[in-house]
């Protein structure tokens, strides 16, 4: 069966490292030539300034600028926005969630990677740094380095029979620290509580 990596972001903008995942791209299809990557997400903004004057999207703009980078677009498929289903689909057969983010609020859909079981690769930057130990429960890399990521995933995507400890201990960290029924919702009762 061929690799699978996948992207996903509400919304594919610079917050969430689309950028630099679309620049990562030539190396790893170039790398890869089976490989089908799977980007999800609307082209609308939800953070940060629009983009570029001319551009309708961030998606836009990037294969503009990517134009004469020898991509073959029918191994990317940007599939928008997904019903949760279908997304959750999408993450049970890649071989590799792909999540990056600048030092801001913590996405819930790193953490639904998580709990499917899919192997996870993030950006060293803050909110992901307080879940992701590299190498126990996923892997990371510096958000700014486009090489770096390609670097990483041509590297994970040869070891994939190895990531199924990775991806089973970050699906143990989620429901241990984050499962609404037995830690999110008790300690939210526990302060509703009264004093004293």
């Known amino acids: 069966m061929p690799a699978g990596t996948e992207y996903r972001a509400r919304n594919l903008e ?5 950028h630099v995942f679309m620049r990562s791209l030539p190396a790893i299809l170039a790398r890869w030539p089976d490989l089908q990557v799977l980007v999800i997400g609307g082209d609308e903004v939800s953070y940060g300034k629009p983009p570029p004057e001319g551009f309708a999207s961030y998606r836009d703009a990037l294969q503009t600028e990517l134009a004469d980078k020898s991509i073959d677009w029918n191994r990317v498929h940007f599939l928008g926005k997904l019903p949760f289903a279908r997304y959750v689909q999408a993450l049970q057969v890649s071989s590799l969630h ?4 600048y030092p801001f609020v ?4 790193m953490l639904e990677a998580m709990a499917a079981g899919t192997p996870v690769l993030e950006s060293a930057t803050a909110p992901v740094l307080e879940v992701i130990r590299d190498g126990e429960n996923g892997f990371l890399f510096d958000f700014f380095d486009t090489a770096g990521l390609a670097d990483r995933v041509c590297d994970l995507l040869t070891r994939r029979d190895e990531l199924a400890a990775a991806a089973a201990a970050g699906r143990a960290t989620v429901i241990g620290n984050y499962d609404f029924e037995r830690t999110g919702l008790p300690v939210y009762q526990s302060m509703l509580r009264p004093l004293g």
Do not use: I, M, Q
């Not at 610079?14 to 689309?18: A, D, E, Q, S």
């Open 98 to 101: 792909v999540y990056l983010t």
């Open 14 to 18: 610079p917050y969430r490292g689309f």
């Open 106 to 109: 913590l996405s819930w859909s």
